[in-house]
């Protein structure tokens, strides 16, 4: 099989991977950080939108306005899939290929109030990017940025743009972090009816409720962290 072949369409703007917004476009060419290397880029970009943009699972917003890569760079903030989109816009904007990878999780790190309302620990359509470098696709998972993961003694995920970048599955201290059970398989867009519909069956119990908390105040309660 060609691995060009269909290329052009991980290379597009869609309504979700709005690079053609001026925020997004500005976004990653600064801090592709003036480099003309796409491996280079690719790796800068990944550690712009790991720890420039706040891990928040509460910020779950399961609409086309609610999962741009614009919406996100402008809130600073947002959960896996929503960061994963903002990585493959830049990409695309520099004409690196890139998709959006899913799998379901068993991830350990979450708040009470994360597991009260999930009734699981398994966090399903758990979203990366995948780039295309050096004629090769690889897995990038820009999600915890490294704040985050000095609260929950967590490694952070580091990423070369040579080998896939996946979660880790202990903690600094040996403790069980994150397991993957399902893989969803690799999108040129966001599949949103599929996860609404996953969402709708797993998580039944689930309100909005938790959406309106704090999820830094929350990491700070499980941790026994002061907020800074």
């Not at 493959?88 to 991830?107: E, Q, W, Y």
């Not at 597991?115 to 758990?126: A, S």
Request: hydrophobic share 40%.
């Amino acid at each position: 099989m060609n691995p060009h072949s269909n290329m052009d369409q991980y290379l597009q703007p869609t309504a979700f991977m709005n690079f053609d917004h001026a925020s997004v476009a500005a976004f990653a060419e600064e801090k592709a950080g003036g480099n003309s290397d796409p491996v280079q880029q690719a790796v800068n970009l990944y550690y712009a939108v790991r720890d420039s943009i706040y891990y928040d699972p509460y910020a779950i917003v399961l609409t086309i306005e609610g999962l741009r890569a614009s919406s996100t760079l402008d809130q600073k903030r947002g959960w896996c899939v929503a960061k994963a989109v903002l990585l493959a816009a830049c990409c695309r904007h520099l004409g690196i290929p890139a998709r959006l990878g899913f799998a379901d999780v068993k991830n350990h790190l979450s708040t009470k109030r994360l597991r009260e309302r999930m009734k699981t620990d398994v966090f399903y359509w758990h979203g990366y990017t995948s780039i295309y470098v050096n004629g090769q696709w690889v897995k990038a998972t820009p999600a915890f940025n490294i704040e985050l993961c000095k609260k929950f003694s967590l490694k952070p995920l580091e990423f070369d743009a040579t080998a896939d970048s996946i979660y880790h599955p202990f903690d600094l201290a040996g403790n069980r972090h994150m397991e993957y059970v399902n893989e969803r398989g690799e999108f040129a867009d966001i599949p949103l009816d599929l996860i609404i519909k996953t969402f709708l069956e797993k998580y039944p119990e689930a309100d909005t409720a938790w959406l309106n908390a704090d999820f830094d105040q929350d990491v700070a309660r499980e941790t026994g962290a002061e907020r800074q």
